[in-house]
């Protein structure tokens, strides 16, 4: 050390005792000398004082840290290493930032706030895990974190020690450190071990704990337990051990203290139906519960803690029956406490009353005779060498027998209860590790310390010399692995006062041998102590007593008072009492007093050690150890225990008496810290080198105070070396490690200052120049304006000074006048009002008397009057305030409801109702049409049949005629024959009327069809204005921000509620996957365990067993064949067809169609009956075979012709869209737009030229048929011979055919332009849905667009509005460029194709050269024309049944996403799609289920494989327990990644195919006219896509867990150490962090993550997903999910460490998350919400960044601080560390104003954020554009089974 500096100057400051505060501060108000007496002192208050030194009685006083180093996380890291120091670091932490947990060198300080405090739950449990114990802030769960490390990385047992006083909170912190375990290290299988560990917790308490003095909840025994790990560190079992149970605690309290709780809890449920029985009542009426005078603690209800003891038996597997038992044994001590024993006269022996209840209850509860019992409570048995006598009892000796026996069975019970729990908690597999929490009672000093105390200070003797040996231990491991030079510390070491205790002759033999005294007494054991251990250093006897001693122990003196040392010891409990209770007819009580075998061999694992009973048979030698003996051998087993471990220590502190919250007494906390070893600690390190620094911290903290020559230097340790030794001269005080420099208590303080110092002078060298600067700048500016200040002012007053001078001369002259007509006129005013006045006073006077009897009189008139009216009025106003309030609440529930109707009117869904009904009326005027159209037909076919029929009948007159006149019949019947031949007229022409009036009934109908269609267009009319009217609605709300934001909170809250059903969907998809993977892992088990052979199913059985939903596969119309299910039901059986519901369904659905064929087939029948009825009365004339063979070529020519045209149709629907889309993405090109037109033109010219060449052809056709018609009937005329009838008739049915024929190709034309129409009208519907869903779409965005625009500043708004633009210019060129290259890339594909179709197609005809001469040459057309149809492919792919499972294992199983990393996006989806489609196509249900099945199984096998793989990789990532491979690792997590997002995107393509060519409208607006010709024809395949939804939806969230596990080891690394802006984090001096317990020097410390790394890793999660061809909705929502686990981990660090609280981390912080919203906006991610997710980590960094000062700054906290709760706030605040000296701490006021301006906040009562929260996913729907037919399938697949159709 320098020689110019010494400690003790002028304002240093420094500790002194005091006798209230134990210490006070003070600063050195004047420099102190060597030698001098006094010490001039100035206190806090500003009180002078003098401090007198001396080198013997008084020396000097400690030191202070500086106030950077106040409130640190380690003591060890304090400079100056006192009891002051270290008593003010605690008070300042657990006071001011309310932190109850400190660091002290391994030691872990946690005081007891009495308060609930949020930091245990989940969410910190999962911040803690995986953390060194450094990094993080002290918490009880960094402890127990890193006991669970070292036990996996170091193979070795751990140990929790947790000590304290009762009242400090033991076990509060051993049942959190438990509950760490059983979270982080849960079990592996559905044993739940966890939870019973957990479960005995309650029972341990309700058996163990009682309320005292000092803690409503004090452990009265002392425990450890066992936590059992297997291999891969999960929970496999427990094993607990209990120590020295309080069991005087049954028999007797002390006031306002309690017996056990189990005793209150049970009298509490006393009134239940199965605790009548027990006879219990308030537990005021019991002796053993009512001595504390108080059965009540505040807050606690006795009740439902014993609900909770209940269910923790149940769990643990304890039967009802045996807890029954318990109770009872519990319920007939207090039964036996209360029986009373009489004393006899003669004093030296009692009875008891043969009616005494108690004793009945007693007996009848445990199953013991009553006479015997009754007889024994009173009477003992003695035995001597010749004979064994009963001798009568005291009554005080009776008492004290029944005490003892109460107790004797309190303290079985609490044994057979601890071993069934241990029993419980045991495994039958192999334990790798444990980890053992030792709870046990600390130091404790009474002013009565009895046997207990005696007890209980023994055992921390030895786990003070335990805890002693091990931090020497480590300091010694620390020196060496740094290879420093080192000296032994001497520590204080406490064998000898062990050996006091438990040595040979020592106080424990002693006791145990008086004790085997027959009269020994505790005054004759006391003095055989004086006599031993008088000249013992630790043993004192007191001055004023005979029946005491003292111990000086390593806390302090106690004093301990023999009475009642032996009764303890010994613990009598007379045998003939244990008799009665052997044999008593309940088991479990004859169970608890029975010796077991072996039970000295069982005694390690035995939970408790229990004292035993001096009996006279010899054999049983347990009962005859003492208490005492007992208890140290235990002891000595729990030290071996100890000893084979590493222990951890936690020391409880109890910070006052009273119970208070965050009240700190300084007295009871140096107490106990020096009681529980903390302040040795600190001694041990203050003695060797307790400041450590790495040489990068140092270098970074120092570095300015190197000189500039010094820092160019690489070496850091040789340039760290060289300024030591330049600024501290002694060479001891600090040493050079291999990676630290150590240094002496006070160094660190030193070269602080010196910094300081160093800083101060640069500071006020600055501020010298500045300020000088600024002055000469501010002189001359003043000199200046002074000068002109001056000339002008100087003017301006003579000018003034003249002007005064002349006003006040004329003033003189006018106030002379003035002044004397004032006067005169006030005096004559005075007179004149003086005579008024007294004129009008004195007829005053006489008025007011006469008015004040006048006004008397009028006003009892008139308040008679007011009050009446008054109260009429009173009344009034209630009845109209009633109606107003009616009338107004009327008024409200009317507009509410107006203003729903509206908001309904609006919506989108209204609209969609109106659509709905539309296209329902449509449906029914097409019905309706059809009907009508299939009417006139029916009608038109009877008119031919009757024309046919009267055709025949005159052909038959005809001939007749003939007859008549080859007969040469008479004139009569030739008339007759006219009459019948005018009878036919006058009925064809009655059937000509017939049709004419169907004819006009047709035209009426389609006139008011036509009408109908008008009416639509006009609604549509009306829809499209009233869409206009919304979009004005819309830009009104535009302009009015209220509205708008009104509307955006409603739309907000209606999104929110459909996330929050979303979110509850997801939860419940999740837990159903988790179910799903048990059932999965059972039936692995099963099937290992159990094989059935010969089971047999049929493929729909299976399904139905191995789907994972049972939803059925196809429609009613859409059953399999009833005669395979028939079959199926007789192979399974009725019963077990009967289970299985799918085929039940198949069987009705079968019945029910088979049922409606039968009635079609009867219809059909029976018209076939009439028209064979019909037909057989008609003559045909025959045709030949040639004619009908050319009629069928023509009819297959046809309808070639048909197809063919049909197929030019849909090119040329393709053509027009292709081209309409090019040129709506091309808008900006005029001359692509012009070509675009006029080939429009030319197209529609074309068609309407095509159109009306159709109806000449058909006009032409019907000509055609009817002049053939007509020549063939002319024909048949002309060749009979009737010439006088051939002039006249002919020419009439000539006629009469000609209009029939005319009549039904007129019909046939309007029914095709009726069908034109309707199909146009059908059409323009379509297209005006389709404009209807965009314009509504379009509203949506714009509303979005909108109100978040509202929200903006008009200079955001200005950069949003550019963004948005750029954005759109950016989207528009990369669709083209996507169209672009998908074109190029289906050309090749056409190309290839096309050559491999020239090969068939030259194949092919080779083939049919070589066929031609065997066929004909009909037939060779009709084959190439077959064969020119084949080349049409439709996008389907045909499969063998058989080669399903090689499909699917080639498509799934095997398939890696880089085998199609160069094909169409999706291809394995579209592949089992076209798969599908030919399933459907074939009308093959069973295909098409096996099929769908078999891929969801096989798609969650497959990633079931990565679940496990990346459960396994997550866990070892989580904490570095194996450090090879690491690399490797990523690597493969990011494979598993890839292979998630590859099936993910998949599984939702091929859900979308589902959807696009289900057939549903609503999916098929974007479908081309090809795509809606491959529509699914024959399945409804909609559960189907439910069942893909909920696997997409699993797939996702297990990407997510994938993706997060990636990325959680990077965050904080990334986020909050790396230094992303250079040089602006600091460094403070560190205390025992990252030390080599902690760390892992196998891989040289953590690994480090820069923000590069996390964005790089981010991007390259968005790359693959892109790749896969990923909606870009569903990897916005992906990326939006991982940027709130960036957010959550990130705040929840910063919430948890102190360190990184500051205003460089701030700045470090804004600049990550800019940088993080910069991807976004460079990836196009934006928009999806992932930057909001770090709205709260970004108000943190501001909040470390912004002024803590003033109010101003208080509120402008608060306004910013939106997205963080007030807990968070103020845990930041609190957090917040100054690196320099010269930033401030934020102080307790402000702190304080903070939480009260948030007071009124509803925030969630977490401090962290839930790191698991998953936001709902969202799967929109996304067509394809990609044409199946051109579909490529790449030969590297080998799927050549595949046949294309």
């Not at 996380?73 to 304090?78: C, F, G, K, R």
């Not at 393509?1549 to 549903?1560: A, V």
């Not at 480090?1648 to 990897?1675: C, K, N, V, W």
Request: overall charge neutral; glycine content about 4%.
């Amino acid at each position: 050390m320098t020689s110019d500096y010494y400690p003790y100057s002028q304002y240093t400051r420094v500790w002194i005792p005091d006798p209230d505060d134990v210490w006070k501060a003070a600063e050195i108000t004047r420099d102190y000398k060597e030698g001098e007496a006094v010490l001039h002192l100035k206190l806090e208050d500003e009180t002078p004082l003098e401090y007198p030194v001396g080198p013997k009685s008084n020396p000097l006083p400690f030191l202070r840290n500086p106030d950077i180093l106040v409130g640190e996380n380690d003591l060890t890291a304090l400079s100056y290493l006192h009891e002051p120091a270290v008593l003010h670091n605690l008070r300042v932490r657990f006071l001011e930032s309310n932190h109850i947990y400190t660091y002290c060198g391994i030691v872990l300080v946690a005081i007891n706030p009495y308060e609930q405090l949020q930091i245990y739950g989940e969410e910190v449990i999962n911040a803690y895990s995986g953390q060194n114990m450094g990094d993080m802030d002290p918490h009880i769960f960094a402890v127990a974190e890193e006991a669970y490390k070292q036990m996996a990385r170091d193979e070795r047992n751990q140990s929790i020690i947790v000590s304290g006083e009762s009242g400090a909170g033991k076990t509060v912190s051993a049942k959190y450190a438990m509950r760490f375990f059983a979270t982080v290290g849960g079990s592996a299988n559905d044993t739940n071990v966890e939870e019973k560990v957990l479960a005995s917790s309650p029972i341990m308490e309700a058996i163990g704990n009682a309320k005292t003095t000092r803690n409503d909840n004090s452990s009265r025994f002392g425990k450890y337990i066992q936590i059992g790990f297997s291999r891969r560190y999960h929970i496999i079992g427990a094993n607990m051990r209990t120590y020295l149970l309080e069991k005087s605690r049954v028999v007797f309290q002390a006031e306002d203290e309690r017996n056990y709780h189990i005793f209150y809890q049970l009298c509490a449920s006393a009134s239940l139906p199965e605790f009548r029985e027990l006879g219990l009542t308030s537990a005021e009426d019991f002796t053993f519960t009512s001595l504390g005078e108080n059965i009540f603690i505040e807050g606690v209800n006795d009740a439902d803690d014993f609900i909770k003891t209940r269910e923790a038996f149940t769990l643990l597997g304890i039967k009802e029956s045996s807890q029954s038992s318990i109770f009872k044994v519990i319920a007939s001590i207090l039964h036996l406490g209360n029986v009373e024993i009489c004393s006899e006269r003669d004093g030296e022996s009692c009875h008891i009353s043969r009616d005494d209840v108690h004793l009945q209850h007693f007996c009848r509860l445990l199953g013991v005779e009553l006479q015997q019992m009754e007889h024994w409570l009173c009477h003992r048995k003695l035995a001597t060498t010749s004979e064994t006598y009963v001798k009568n009892m005291s009554s005080k000796q009776a008492s004290n027998a029944r005490d003892a026996l109460a107790k004797h069975i309190y303290a079985r019970m609490f044994d057979w209860i601890v071993e069934h729990i241990n029993m419980s908690l045991q495994t039958s597999s192999k334990q790798h590790s444990f980890i053992g929490v030792l709870d046990i009672y600390g130091f404790e000093t009474f002013e009565v310390n009895s046997f207990e105390q005696f007890c209980i200070n023994y055992a921390n003797e030895k786990l003070q010399q335990q805890f002693n040996s091990h931090v020497f231990k480590l300091e010694q491991e620390e020196y060496m692995k740094e290879q420093i030079p080192w000296t032994l510390i001497d520590f204080y070491d406490n064998q000898p006062c062990i050996d006091l205790i438990e040595a040979k002759l020592g106080i424990l033999d002693l006791l145990d041998e008086e004790c085997k005294v027959p009269k020994g007494t505790d005054q004759n054991w006391a003095q055989k102590l004086y006599k031993q251990h008088s000249s013992s250093a630790h043993f004192q006897k007191p001055r004023m007593s005979n029946v005491s001693f003292i111990i000086i122990h390593f806390a302090d003196k106690v004093e301990y008072q023999c009475e009642g040392f032996l009764e303890k010891n010994r613990d009598t409990v007379y045998e003939e009492q244990i008799n009665i209770l052997k044999a008593s007819q309940f088991q479990l009580v004859a169970d608890l007093f029975h010796d077991k075998d072996g039970v000295s061999s069982s005694k390690s694992s035995r939970v408790n050690v229990r004292a035993a009973k001096p009996t006279p048979k010899t054999p049983n030698r347990e009962h005859r150890k003492t208490v005492g003996h007992q208890f140290r051998s235990s002891l000595h087993l729990l030290m071996e225990t100890l000893n084979a471990t590493t222990p951890h220590y936690v020391r409880c502190i109890k910070p006052n008496d009273v119970k208070e919250a965050f009240s700190f007494d300084s007295s009871r906390a140096v107490q106990q810290l020096r009681a529980c070893g903390v302040l040795e600690t600190i001694r041990i390190s203050a003695a060797g080198y307790p400041s450590r620094w790495t040489y990068p911290d140092f270098f970074s903290r120092y570095r300015v105070l190197l000189k500039k020559s010094d820092m160019m230097s690489a070496d850091k340790k040789l340039v760290c070396r060289n300024l030591l030794e330049t600024l501290i001269k002694e060479p001891d005080m600090y040493q050079f490690g291999k990676t630290k420099i150590f240094f002496r208590a006070g160094q660190v303080a030193y070269l602080e200052k010196i910094r300081a110092d160093k800083f101060r002078s640069a500071c006020i060298k600055i501020q010298k120049t500045v300020r000088g600067w600024l002055q000469r700048v501010r002189y001359r500016k003043i000199r200046k304006s002074a000068i002109t200040l001056q000339r002008y002012g100087r003017g301006y007053l003579a000018r003034r000074y003249a002007e005064f001078l002349r006003l006040s001369r004329a003033a003189l002259i006018c106030q002379k006048q003035y002044r004397m007509v004032r006067d005169r006129r006030a005096f004559l005013r005075v007179r004149q009002a003086v005579v008024t006045i007294q004129a009008y006073t004195r007829g005053m006077f006489t008025r007011r008397i006469y008015w004040e009897f006048l006004m008397h009189h009028k006003a009892m008139i008139i308040q008679k009057s007011v009050r009446g009216w008054l109260q009429r009025k009173k009344f009034r106003r209630a009845r109209a305030a009633a109606i107003i309030i009616q009338c107004a609440y009327r008024r409200r529930l009317a507009k509410r409801q107006l203003q729903q109707l509206k908001i309904e009117a609006r919506s989108a869904q209204h609209l969609k109702k109106l659509n709905t009904g539309m296209e329902n009326k449509i449906v029914q005027l097409q019905r309706k049409m059809d009907d009508q159209s299939k009417e006139l037909k029916s009608q038109n076919e009877q008119l031919q049949q009757v024309n046919i029929t009267l055709g025949s009948e005159v052909n038959k007159l005809q001939k007749q005629l003939e007859q008549a006149r080859s007969q040469q019949a008479g004139g009569g019947q030739l008339t007759s024959l006219q009459e019948e031949l005018d009878r036919l007229r006058e009925e064809l022409q009655e059937a000509l009327a017939h049709n004419k009036k169907l004819e006009e009934e047709h035209g009426t109908e389609k006139q008011s069809l036509q009408q109908r269609v008008e009416e639509l267009q006009r609604e549509n009319s009306l829809l499209k204005t009233e869409k206009e009217e919304m979009n004005q609605i819309i830009a009104q709300l535009s302009k009015s921000s209220e509205d708008g934001s009104s509307v955006s909170q409603k739309e907000a809250t209606l999104q929110k509620e459909l996330d929050q059903e979303r979110q509850r969907y997801q939860n419940l998809l999740k837990e159903f996957s988790r179910l799903e993977q048990r059932y999965d892992n059972l039936k692995e088990e099963v099937s290992l365990n159990k094989f059935h052979p010969g089971h047999r199913r049929n493929p729909s059985n299976v399904s139905s067993l191995e789907s994972d939903s049972n939803y059925p596969s196809i429609s009613t119309s859409e059953v399999g064949d009833t005669e395979d299910s028939i079959q199926l039901v007789e192979e399974m059986g009725v019963e077990k067809a009967a289970m299985d519901i799918s085929l039940f369904m198949k069987l009705q659905k079968r019945v029910r169609e088979l049922e409606t064929e039968r009635k079609r087939l009867q219809t059909s029948v029976d018209k076939m009956e009439e028209l064979a009825k019909r037909k057989g009365s008609e003559s045909r004339s025959p045709t030949s075979e040639t004619e009908t063979a050319d009629l069928a070529y023509d009819s297959l020519k046809r309808q070639e012709l048909e197809t063919e045209n049909k197929k030019l149709k849909n090119d040329l629907n393709e053509l027009r869209k292709t081209i309409s889309e090019r040129a709506s993405q091309n808008n900006s090109s005029n001359e692509l737009q012009d070509g675009y037109n006029l080939l429009l033109s030319q197209l529609k010219a074309a068609t309407e030229e095509l159109d009306a060449r159709k109806e000449e052809v058909l006009i032409l056709r019907t000509q055609i048929v009817s002049t053939a018609e007509q020549q063939g009937k002319n024909n048949h005329i002309e060749s009979e011979n009737v010439p006088e009838l051939n002039s006249k008739e002919p020419i009439d049915k000539e006629e009469a055919a000609k209009d029939y024929h005319g009549l039904t190709e007129s019909k046939k034309l309007l029914e095709a332009q009726l069908q034109t129409q309707s199909r146009q009208h059908k059409d323009e519907l379509e297209a005006l849905h389709t404009q209807i869903e965009l314009l509504r779409d379009d509203i949506e965005k714009k509303q979005e667009i909108l109100n978040y625009m509202s929200s903006l500043s008009p200079e955001a708004k200005v950069e949003y509005s550019v963004q948005q633009e750029i954005t759109r210019l950016t989207n528009d060129n990369l669709d083209l460029k996507e169209l672009v290259e998908k074109l190029e890339k289906n050309e090749r594909k056409l190309k290839k194709q096309l050559r491999i179709y020239m090969k068939k197609v030259q194949e092919l005809e080779a083939s049919m050269a070589a066929a031609q001469s065997s066929r004909s040459k009909p037939e060779l057309i009709r084959q190439v024309t077959v064969q020119r149809k084949e080349k049409d492919f439709e996008g389907m792919l045909e499969y063998n049944k058989e080669d399903e499972a090689l499909l699917l294992k080639t498509l799934i199983t095997d398939m890696r996403p880089s085998l199609v990393s160069a094909t169409v996006p999706c291809l394995p989806a579209y592949i089992l799609f076209m798969c599908i489609r030919h399933a459907d196509y074939i009308n093959d249900d069973q295909k098409v289920e096996a099929l769908l099945t078999s891929t969801i199984n096989s798609i969650k096998k497959v990633l079931k494989v990565s679940v496990r793989h990346t459960s396994t990789c997550l866990t070892i990532n989580t904490r570095p327990l194996i450090k090879d491979a690491c690399s490797c690792r990523l690597q493969k997590n990011n494979d598993d990644f890839e292979m998630t997002s590859f099936w993910l995107a998949n599984t939702s393509r091929l859900l979308h195919c589902l959807k696009q060519y289900s057939g549903d409208e609503a999916f098929m607006t974007q479908n081309t006219s090809k795509q809606n010709e491959h529509c699914l024809k024959n399945f409804d395949l909609a559960e189907y896509r439910q069942v893909l939804s909920d696997l997409s939806i699993q797939i996702y969230q297990q990407l997510i867990k994938v993706a997060e596990g990636i990325i959680q080891p990077m965050i904080v690394s990334a986020m909050l150490e790396s230094e992303s802006i250079p040089s602006l984090a600091g460094v403070k001096p560190m205390g025992y962090r990252n030390r080599s317990s902690s760390m892992d020097t196998d891989a040289g410390g953590p690994s480090s993550y820069t923000l590069e790394a996390l964005i790089r890793q981010l991007g390259q999660f968005h790359g693959i997903m892109r790749d896969h061809g990923l909606d870009p909705e569903i990897a916005g929502q992906v990326v939006r999910q991982l940027f709130h686990c960036i957010n959550a981990t990130t705040l929840n660090n910063l919430l948890l460490r102190k360190d990184v609280c500051s205003w460089s981390t701030g700045m470090q912080l804004r600049y990550n998350t800019s940088q993080m919203e910069e991807w976004l906006r460079a990836n196009n991610l934006y928009q999806s919400n992932a930057a909001a997710t770090l709205e709260p980590i970004i108000q943190a960094a501001q909040l470390l960044q912004v002024k803590k000062k003033t109010t101003q700054d208080a509120e402008a906290i608060c306004s910013l601080c939106t997205s963080l709760t007030t807990q968070q706030i103020v845990k930041i605040l609190n957090l917040y560390t100054p690196l320099n000296e010269f930033e401030e701490r934020v102080t307790v006021s402000f702190i304080r104003t903070i939480q009260n301006s948030l007071q009124d906040r509803n925030d969630p009562p977490q401090l962290l954020l839930d790191t698991k929260q998953t936001f709902p996913v969202l799967f929109p729907y996304t067509p394809s554009a990609l044409s199946l037919e051109t579909l490529h399938i790449p030969a590297s697949l080998d799927l050549n089974f595949l046949i294309r159709v």
